[in-house]
């Protein structure tokens, strides 16, 4: 999206912007954004394409999608809110101070003129927004000598290390706007707000141009129906903070252009029902904070003022359309419709504005992103198809002294989709070896015409199971230099289901047997003669990372039982156990106490926990532990400790005496129905507390125990006295005396 396509007039003054840059060796000027009569939106005769630069020269293009580079960008004058156009500064002196100058035209610096907002925005080097530059055309004057407008400073900053380009975007606007993407979903219905007082409440004006054909629905609440824009003309119009449905037949970017919302914003419901809703702010709104005559969200739920659940219509492209509950626990999200009942009339809602709203940035669609590269990948010869297993070897010499001399740090294997095991696109050769210097490659004699020392050695993908293996050599014609080959800085980008091993395969090397690259990180060699020629060889194996099956996690008397049938791979070094005491909810990553398991060919294993105490919970998780470093998590599994109990007991009350509460406690041995009858002193019944059937376990806490609450059967309060209260437990029956005393 080059020019914000919402049209207000359909034409408009013709104006420029002269942009220039300098690193104060070099510059770059006379570089046009334009709007004129006749003009294309696409390449025409009346843009110019930039001539080659000069190597290591500094330069300023403009650039279309394609990136290719112009000098003139000239876009139709024909009333567009907005016009944005996106420039490159390539090759400015590393550690330079860069300038960026314009000249308006002199029917921009009018103060009302047409377009107000003019500004820069800075992108980092990933794409993503830096900053926003704002211009000010007002500040350049005419030069009665020259009859031009005089140059002004738009932005400067210095070059970083290594920085070869910075992207930027010129935007010219009659007014802020934000801009999104609309999915058509499966039913085609979209609902959705905008998140900006429009400059207009058109909704052609806002809308016509993305929308083909539009028809735009807004609810009215009295009526319990809709008014349908363009067919009731002049009772829809676009306002921030509604919602409103629409029909689409594609997915399509939208934009609207006007005002940010920065202060609270309050909205009348004046009669019961439902209402179409939406956020009036780029930012999210939690709906807990929403309020309602002054109330909370939760207060006027509370009340009866407010249903509870909002609703949105979702649309993921996965599942059907649908409607999506949306509680305190939600937001209200930028773009999305809600629908709000009301259960009260005469309500009025206030959005408050969320914090940071002041510098907040829009998000944008990814037509608005700069046209860059990709960026620079950490390895060099990145493959562009999809890679497996990828590594670089970094080789250095250093000097009998122990100084640096040379190195070679991008020799490149792995494995990649559309490789195959003789020469693709994907292999670099080596370039030209220069004497008294190191090199690491991979030496091909063997591939026919295509034969010959190569810097990168792609191998087709492996499957679960297959290895692959490299061959290559070390080199040096220094004598007496020590090597140290390193694949320290990229091994931990390789793939945790990937064991990499690598041994020496001639007399230049010591070590002969397969190690663990992962273990063993670098080797030296030492050059023992005029020519040295040590010989590798790399051996990668690729596996399915599989967790434990049948996991069992059984509660005894003061202990747990874990069981599982372990991964039958000869890549796990074993399993940890992680328990940590509480339930699913409290589990804390990266905390609890941990036991360790050794893998072997056993066909189940098992672990017992005795370090617990009676009747806790505690939540367990078994992690899988790779050779590779990695780990694969199981589920977690929570249970509660059984106590030890011999015996089924009936414990003296608490308190004793009491008035009139008492608590009596009791362990069982078994399951069983249990009941406590209370006499008197007499021998009279008083009471039956009917407990029901009770598991094995301690029934001491006042949580647990069995309560009463000094009344008889007929609700009467019982009189202070002696009581005997007996517990019947399946067979098992006892008695015990306690004291009424008031």
């Given at each position: 999206?080059?020019?914000?396509?919402?049209?207000?007039?359909?034409?408009?003054?013709?104006?420029?912007?002269?942009?220039?840059?300098?690193?104060?060796?070099?510059?770059?000027?006379?570089?046009?954004?334009?709007?004129?009569?006749?003009?294309?939106?696409?390449?025409?005769?009346?843009?110019?394409?930039?001539?080659?630069?000069?190597?290591?020269?500094?330069?300023?293009?403009?650039?279309?999608?394609?990136?290719?580079?112009?000098?003139?960008?000239?876009?139709?004058?024909?009333?567009?809110?907005?016009?944005?156009?996106?420039?490159?500064?390539?090759?400015?002196?590393?550690?330079?101070?860069?300038?960026?100058?314009?000249?308006?035209?002199?029917?921009?610096?009018?103060?009302?003129?047409?377009?107000?907002?003019?500004?820069?925005?800075?992108?980092?080097?990933?794409?993503?927004?830096?900053?926003?530059?704002?211009?000010?055309?007002?500040?350049?004057?005419?030069?009665?000598?020259?009859?031009?407008?005089?140059?002004?400073?738009?932005?400067?900053?210095?070059?970083?290390?290594?920085?070869?380009?910075?992207?930027?975007?010129?935007?010219?606007?009659?007014?802020?706007?934000?801009?999104?993407?609309?999915?058509?979903?499966?039913?085609?219905?979209?609902?959705?707000?905008?998140?900006?007082?429009?400059?207009?409440?058109?909704?052609?004006?806002?809308?016509?141009?993305?929308?083909?054909?539009?028809?735009?629905?807004?609810?009215?609440?009295?009526?319990?129906?809709?008014?349908?824009?363009?067919?009731?003309?002049?009772?829809?119009?676009?306002?921030?903070?509604?919602?409103?449905?629409?029909?689409?037949?594609?997915?399509?970017?939208?934009?609207?252009?006007?005002?940010?919302?920065?202060?609270?914003?309050?909205?009348?419901?004046?009669?019961?029902?439902?209402?179409?809703?939406?956020?009036?702010?780029?930012?999210?709104?939690?709906?807990?904070?929403?309020?309602?005559?002054?109330?909370?969200?939760?207060?006027?739920?509370?009340?009866?003022?407010?249903?509870?659940?909002?609703?949105?219509?979702?649309?993921?492209?996965?599942?059907?359309?649908?409607?999506?509950?949306?509680?305190?626990?939600?937001?209200?999200?930028?773009?999305?419709?809600?629908?709000?009942?009301?259960?009260?009339?005469?309500?009025?809602?206030?959005?408050?504005?969320?914090?940071?709203?002041?510098?907040?940035?829009?998000?944008?669609?990814?037509?608005?992103?700069?046209?860059?590269?990709?960026?620079?990948?950490?390895?060099?010869?990145?493959?562009?198809?999809?890679?497996?297993?990828?590594?670089?070897?970094?080789?250095?010499?250093?000097?009998?002294?122990?100084?640096?001399?040379?190195?070679?740090?991008?020799?490149?294997?792995?494995?990649?989709?559309?490789?195959?095991?003789?020469?693709?696109?994907?292999?670099?050769?080596?370039?030209?070896?220069?004497?008294?210097?190191?090199?690491?490659?991979?030496?091909?004699?063997?591939?026919?015409?295509?034969?010959?020392?190569?810097?990168?050695?792609?191998?087709?993908?492996?499957?679960?199971?297959?290895?692959?293996?490299?061959?290559?050599?070390?080199?040096?014609?220094?004598?007496?230099?020590?090597?140290?080959?390193?694949?320290?800085?990229?091994?931990?980008?390789?793939?945790?289901?990937?064991?990499?091993?690598?041994?020496?395969?001639?007399?230049?090397?010591?070590?002969?047997?397969?190690?663990?690259?992962?273990?063993?990180?670098?080797?030296?060699?030492?050059?023992?003669?005029?020519?040295?020629?040590?010989?590798?060889?790399?051996?990668?194996?690729?596996?399915?990372?599989?967790?434990?099956?049948?996991?069992?996690?059984?509660?005894?008397?003061?202990?747990?039982?874990?069981?599982?049938?372990?991964?039958?791979?000869?890549?796990?070094?074993?399993?940890?156990?992680?328990?940590?005491?509480?339930?699913?909810?409290?589990?804390?990553?990266?905390?609890?106490?941990?036991?360790?398991?050794?893998?072997?060919?056993?066909?189940?294993?098992?672990?017992?926990?005795?370090?617990?105490?009676?009747?806790?919970?505690?939540?367990?998780?078994?992690s899988t532990q790779f050779k590779t470093g990695v780990e694969l998590l199981s589920e977690l599994f929570t249970i509660r400790i059984k106590p030890v109990i011999k015996q089924t007991v009936l414990m003296q009350n608490y308190p004793n005496p009491f008035n009139p509460e008492v608590w009596i406690p009791y362990e069982l041995s078994e399951q069983t129905e249990v009941s406590i009858q209370i006499y008197n002193a007499s021998g009279q019944l008083v009471r039956i507390l009917d407990l029901g059937m009770k598991d094995r376990g301690r029934y001491t806490s006042m949580d647990k125990a069995a309560y009463w609450a000094g009344l008889n059967e007929a609700g009467e309060k019982a009189s202070s006295g002696v009581y005997f209260y007996v517990l019947k437990a399946g067979k098992f029956t006892a008695t015990r005396k306690m004291v009424l005393l008031?």
């Amino acid at each position: 999206m080059w020019t914000f396509h919402t049209t207000d007039a359909p034409f408009e003054p013709t104006w420029s912007i002269e942009l220039s840059a300098s690193d104060g060796a070099n510059a770059d000027g006379n570089n046009i954004a334009a709007v004129e009569y006749g003009a294309l939106g696409d390449e025409d005769e009346k843009d110019a394409r930039s001539v080659p630069a000069l190597t290591s020269h500094l330069s300023l293009s403009f650039l279309d999608r394609a990136m290719t580079e112009y000098d003139r960008d000239i876009r139709p004058a024909d009333g567009r809110l907005s016009h944005h156009w996106f420039f490159v500064i390539s090759d400015a002196i590393n550690g330079s101070t860069v300038t960026i100058n314009w000249i308006p035209s002199l029917k921009l610096t009018k103060t009302d003129r047409q377009y107000q907002y003019i500004q820069l925005v800075e992108f980092n080097a990933d794409g993503s927004v830096k900053q926003t530059i704002l211009l000010d055309p007002t500040l350049s004057t005419l030069d009665p000598v020259t009859g031009k407008m005089q140059e002004l400073v738009a932005y400067t900053y210095t070059t970083a290390q290594n920085e070869t380009s910075r992207y930027f975007r010129l935007d010219v606007m009659k007014s802020n706007f934000v801009a999104t993407d609309f999915v058509s979903g499966t039913s085609g219905w979209k609902f959705f707000s905008v998140p900006i007082t429009p400059q207009r409440d058109d909704p052609f004006v806002n809308l016509g141009d993305d929308i083909d054909p539009l028809q735009l629905y807004r609810y009215d609440t009295q009526t319990n129906g809709y008014k349908i824009y363009p067919l009731d003309l002049g009772e829809v119009s676009v306002q921030t903070g509604r919602g409103y449905f629409t029909r689409l037949t594609s997915n399509i970017e939208v934009d609207v252009g006007g005002v940010s919302n920065l202060s609270d914003m309050k909205y009348s419901l004046s009669s019961v029902g439902w209402y179409a809703i939406g956020n009036p702010f780029v930012m999210p709104v939690n709906i807990a904070d929403l309020k309602f005559n002054d109330k909370t969200f939760n207060e006027a739920v509370t009340d009866g003022l407010i249903e509870g659940t909002l609703y949105r219509w979702k649309i993921d492209n996965v599942n059907p359309d649908a409607y999506n509950p949306a509680t305190n626990a939600n937001s209200l999200e930028p773009w999305e419709g809600y629908w709000l009942k009301t259960k009260q009339a005469n309500i009025t809602i206030t959005i408050p504005a969320p914090a940071g709203i002041g510098g907040a940035i829009s998000a944008l669609p990814a037509s608005f992103n700069p046209p860059m590269p990709s960026l620079a990948p950490p390895l060099q010869h990145k493959p562009v198809a999809k890679s497996q297993l990828e590594l670089r070897l970094e080789l250095t010499g250093c000097d009998s002294a122990g100084n640096p001399f040379s190195s070679d740090v991008t020799t490149v294997f792995g494995t990649c989709e559309n490789a195959v095991n003789e020469w693709d696109v994907l292999d670099q050769s080596e370039p030209p070896t220069l004497s008294q210097t190191v090199a690491a490659y991979f030496d091909h004699s063997d591939w026919g015409s295509d034969a010959g020392l190569y810097n990168s050695d792609y191998q087709p993908m492996m499957k679960d199971g297959e290895e692959r293996i490299w061959t290559f050599t070390v080199y040096t014609n220094k004598p007496n230099a020590k090597m140290t080959l390193s694949w320290e800085n990229t091994i931990s980008q390789v793939l945790g289901n990937v064991m990499l091993y690598f041994r020496g395969i001639d007399n230049a090397t010591k070590d002969s047997e397969w190690q663990d690259m992962r273990e063993v990180r670098s080797v030296e060699i030492v050059s023992r003669s005029q020519v040295t020629k040590a010989l590798f060889e790399i051996r990668a194996v690729y596996f399915e990372m599989t967790p434990p099956s049948d996991v069992q996690v059984i509660a005894g008397e003061k202990q747990v039982t874990l069981h599982w049938v372990p991964s039958n791979n000869a890549f796990v070094s074993g399993y940890t156990i992680i328990r940590q005491e509480g339930t699913i909810e409290s589990w804390r990553d990266d905390e609890g106490v941990r036991y360790f398991v050794q893998q072997n060919s056993a066909p189940s294993l098992q672990f017992i926990d005795t370090n617990v105490d009676e009747e806790r919970i505690y939540t367990y998780q078994i992690s899988t532990q790779f050779k590779t470093g990695v780990e694969l998590l199981s589920e977690l599994f929570t249970i509660r400790i059984k106590p030890v109990i011999k015996q089924t007991v009936l414990m003296q009350n608490y308190p004793n005496p009491f008035n009139p509460e008492v608590w009596i406690p009791y362990e069982l041995s078994e399951q069983t129905e249990v009941s406590i009858q209370i006499y008197n002193a007499s021998g009279q019944l008083v009471r039956i507390l009917d407990l029901g059937m009770k598991d094995r376990g301690r029934y001491t806490s006042m949580d647990k125990a069995a309560y009463w609450a000094g009344l008889n059967e007929a609700g009467e309060k019982a009189s202070s006295g002696v009581y005997f209260y007996v517990l019947k437990a399946g067979k098992f029956t006892a008695t015990r005396k306690m004291v009424l005393l008031k």
